[in-house]
């Protein structure tokens, strides 16, 4: 890890105030420059004493966090007891009492042994299983060594609100709607004038006040007399409002995108993807998407996990951030038909009732497996942010048909490495009997994309 870096603050925020008014180099008095120097040797020092908080083996630290997070953070915090114990001086716990390696590779094996510190802590926490991983021991001590040398991450400087991208149109669209107002306001006062002045004139002129006229009829009049620029400006109207139907009509029905709101229905249990699947150094648990969406890899559904996925941890768990969260904690026990106080079940289960959020019309064909384990996609490329800013699950994308061949066509097949494609590789360098030269113009752009290889196919989507 590099050290973290200190902006130094803004320059004129470390100079005293300029009660003087004078330019800025002739205030700096001795003292300013004295506070300058006091702010620079201050930030040098952070930024020094920063670095020196890092561990010594900075790529070991880095690859044990990598494992630790990847194997052991769904259960175990570095300093709080999680689902297991809090695993920072486990390492010097067990020198000379057992072997520390053979445990994380497989507690269950290594419990068969007898050995008296995996016995003790197996009976602290049973039933919950240590799943077994296959990790060398230098992997392990790598973990260790992230585990024992862990500081705990400094709090990220609150950024200011930004506006959203929409808010900025609305904003523009209000000062429009401002504007025209002030014209109109101007322009009938303007009216107004004129229309006094006429009078006047007239009156000068002894011809006596104007017929009193409504400002309906004076404006048909006028209209009238310009009947060119009328008719633009009606052409011009019926054209805009015909537009703006058309691009409505593309949306009608559909949710998500970048039009139209996200479909967002309220769930039985507030379950929060960002807490759950987020980020570790956000302070989230960072759970994998397919330890709940298991088969996501290998069938056509990505799947909603059932209860008891959920009582691996929340059976240790009975506790939220917020009393809010523990309540929905409460429903999950209640779901499960296990009681928190006993620390048994009731046999009571009830499966959460979960709505549901994507929905593709029956008409069409969609597997996880094809675009998750064969295509490489993220599951984020197609359901968004929802590690990062969904506390409830939204639908992200609009789900068109529209919108799936649109990535098939720009979207290349990665060949290299993948199995299901060496046939294919190797007819396309025409080295076995089946060899054509038909593939060959596939990479004359240089790529070959989901559509040449047939995703554009109607039957392909369609049943
Ligand atoms: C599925 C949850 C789970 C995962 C994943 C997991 N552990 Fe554990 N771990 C536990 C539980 C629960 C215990 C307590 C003993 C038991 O019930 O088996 C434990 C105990 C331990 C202990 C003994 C702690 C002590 O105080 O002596 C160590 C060490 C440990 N785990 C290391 C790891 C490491 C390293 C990884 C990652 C490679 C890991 N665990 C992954 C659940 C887990
Ligand atoms: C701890 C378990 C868990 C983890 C980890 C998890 N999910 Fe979920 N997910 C659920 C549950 C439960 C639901 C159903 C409730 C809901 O929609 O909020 C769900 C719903 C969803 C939905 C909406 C399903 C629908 O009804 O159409 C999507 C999409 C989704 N998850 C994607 C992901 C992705 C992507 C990740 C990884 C970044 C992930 N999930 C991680 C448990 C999990
Ligand atoms: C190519 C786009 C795409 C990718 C990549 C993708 N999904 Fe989906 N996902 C969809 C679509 C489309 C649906 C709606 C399917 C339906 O209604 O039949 C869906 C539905 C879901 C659902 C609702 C339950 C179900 O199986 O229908 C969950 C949960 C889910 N996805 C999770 C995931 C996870 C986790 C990943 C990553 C491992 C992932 N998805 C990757 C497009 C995608
Ligand atoms: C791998 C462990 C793990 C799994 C699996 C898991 N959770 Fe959690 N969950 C936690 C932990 C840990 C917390 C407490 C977070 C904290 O206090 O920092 C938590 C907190 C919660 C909260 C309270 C949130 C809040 O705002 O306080 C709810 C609700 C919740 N989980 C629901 C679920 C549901 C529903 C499932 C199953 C689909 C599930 N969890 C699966 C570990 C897990
Ligand atoms: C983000 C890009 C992306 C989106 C969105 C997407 N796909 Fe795909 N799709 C792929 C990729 C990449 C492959 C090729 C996987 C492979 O074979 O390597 C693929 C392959 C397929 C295949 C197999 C094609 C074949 O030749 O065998 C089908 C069927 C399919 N997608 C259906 C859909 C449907 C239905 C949707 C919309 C609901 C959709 N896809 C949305 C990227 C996408
Ligand atoms: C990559 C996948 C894919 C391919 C290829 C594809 N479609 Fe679709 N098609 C879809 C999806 C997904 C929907 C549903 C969209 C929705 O609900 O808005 C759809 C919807 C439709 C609809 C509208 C049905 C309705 O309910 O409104 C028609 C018609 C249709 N497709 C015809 C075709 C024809 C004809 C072809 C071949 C030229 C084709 N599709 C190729 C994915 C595909």
């Avoid at 590779?105 to 077994?132: C, F, H, R």
């Avoid at 709505?355 to 599951?379: I, M, Q, R, W």
Wanted: charged share 20%.
């Amino acid at each position: 890890m590099l050290p973290r870096l200190f902006l130094p603050p803004d320059f004129r925020d470390l100079l005293p105030s300029n009660p003087l008014g004078m330019p800025l180099p002739a205030c700096l008095s001795r003292r300013s420059i004295r506070s300058i120097r006091t702010a620079f040797a201050l930030i040098l020092s952070l930024s020094l004493s920063a670095a020196q908080a890092q561990p010594a083996d900075a790529a070991l630290y880095a690859s044990g966090e990598k494992l630790f997070k990847g194997n052991c953070a769904s259960c175990h915090k570095v300093d709080s007891k999680m689902t297991g114990p809090a695993l920072r001086g486990a390492k010097v716990k067990w020198e000379g009492k057992g072997d520390l390696y053979a445990w994380v590779k497989n507690s269950q094996a290594y419990l068969k042994t007898g050995n008296e510190l995996a016995v003790k802590i197996w009976d602290e926490y049973k039933p919950t299983i240590m799943t077994p991983v296959a990790l060398t021991n230098e992997e392990i001590d790598a973990i260790f060594y992230y585990v024992d040398n862990w500081a705990p991450p400094v709090a990220d400087t609150p950024k200011p609100p930004t506006g959203e991208p929409t808010d900025q149109g609305s904003n523009n669209w209000l000062w429009l709607l401002v504007l025209a107002l002030l014209f109109l306001i101007v322009g009938l006062s303007l009216s107004g004038v004129k229309r006094s002045l006429a009078n006047a004139v007239s009156e000068a002129e002894g011809k006596g006040t104007l017929p009193e006229t409504s400002r309906m009829q004076r404006f048909r009049a006028w209209a009238w007399e310009h009947k060119v620029f009328m008719s633009f400006v009606g052409l011009f109207i019926t054209v805009w409002v015909i537009l703006k139907l058309w691009d409505a009509a593309w949306v009608i029905g559909v949710y998500g995108g970048d039009e139209v709101p996200h479909y967002k229905p309220e769930q039985p249990i507030l379950f929060n993807h960002t807490l759950h699947a987020g980020k570790a150094n956000k302070g989230n648990l960072a759970i994998n998407c397919q330890y709940c969406h298991s088969s996501a890899e290998k069938s056509k559904h990505a799947g909603i996990p059932s209860v008891n996925v959920c009582m691996n941890c929340h059976k240790a768990v009975s506790t939220g951030r917020t009393e809010a969260g523990t309540k929905e904690i409460k429903k999950i026990h209640q779901h499960a038909g296990w009681d928190p106080e006993k620390g048994a079940f009731t046999g009571q289960e009830e499966p959460v009732r979960w709505v549901k959020v994507h929905n593709l019309p029956d008409h069409a064909y969609f597997s996880h497996a094809t675009h998750v384990s064969v295509g490489k996609l993220e599951c984020q490329e197609c359901h968004g942010p929802i590690d990062e800013q969904m506390d409830v699950a939204e639908q992200w994308a609009p789900l068109t048909m529209k919108w799936c061949i649109t990535c098939h066509n720009e979207r290349e097949v990665k060949m290299a490495g993948n199995g299901y494609y060496d046939e294919v590789m190797a007819r396309l360098n025409g080295d076995t009997i089946l060899g054509h030269g038909e593939l060959k113009k596939y990479l004359e752009d240089g790529k070959i994309t989901v559509k040449e290889l047939g995703g554009w196919e109607c039957a392909k989507c369609h049943y």
